[in-house]
């Protein structure tokens, strides 16, 4: 089965760093996403991650370590817009189709 | 550019009154999915079509049914709403390939409020 896990809710200073976990059970693993939410809109697409490692991509990074079943998402010099629930999104081995965890809200304040 | 597009945007219906809800892309992606999202909730996935090939979610009540009569359009039908029935609906497209990520891509969703 799989189990998703993230913070409900973390806030954070305009300029400042902030990293939002994301652990899960999973057998046959195939993938992690990170999705950006801002309210009442759609999900948009930040990150893939199969391998172990980090992949930067600007302000935003994404870190996976699979014999732990543990990612992040980093954002650096945080913005006022970047205020928006994040979605961990983990894919099974043979699916194509990934499970969405709750999702962390980010409040980004001056 | 849009690239998946839903209509209506906000949709209000009555108790027990049918409604349908609209997806379109231009991707040419050849996977389209529904989502049920609440407040503060993840994502739940209805159903998708693969190809022509329906997928039914185990758990997706039987007042939901799906329609894609081509690769570009997708339709939810709401047979008989209910006040639980009130959420975002979400859809979404990916092309899958071997190895590949197969990234979704999501619609700007349709709000459903019952009333």
């Known amino acids: 089965g799989q189990n998703i896990d993230q913070p409900t809710e973390m806030t954070a200073t305009e300029g400042a760093i902030v990293q939002i976990n994301c652990t899960y059970q999973?057998?046959?693993?195939?993938?992690l996403f990170w999705y950006q939410q801002h309210a009442g809109e759609a999900p948009t697409f930040l990150s893939y991650?199969?391998?172990?490692g980090l992949e930067e991509k600007g302000r935003f990074s994404s870190f996976l370590s699979r014999s732990k079943g543990y990612s992040y998402l980093l954002l650096k010099e945080l913005q006022m817009k970047d205020s928006a629930s994040y979605l961990c999104a983990v894919r099974l081995g043979g699916s194509y189709i990934p499970t969405f965890g709750r999702g962390t809200s980010l409040i980004v304040h001056p | 550019d849009a690239m998946v597009i839903q209509n209506p945007r906000y949709q209000v219906t009555q108790f027990g009154k049918p409604v349908t809800l609209s997806c379109s892309q231009t991707l040419n992606h050849n996977v389209m999915y529904w989502y049920q999202q609440k407040s503060s909730q993840a994502p739940k996935l209805l159903f998708h079509y693969y190809d022509k090939d329906f997928n039914n979610e185990a758990d997706t009540p039987d007042n939901f049914q799906s329609r894609r009569p081509n690769t570009s359009f997708c339709f939810l039908d709401i047979r008989s709403p209910g006040l639980g029935d009130a959420a975002m609906y979400l859809c979404a497209t990916s092309r899958t390939s071997s190895g590949g990520t197969d990234t979704q891509y999501f619609g700007p969703g349709t709000r459903l409020t019952v009333l």
């Open positions: 991650n199969v391998l172990d």
């Open positions: 999973t057998s046959g693993f195939n993938g």
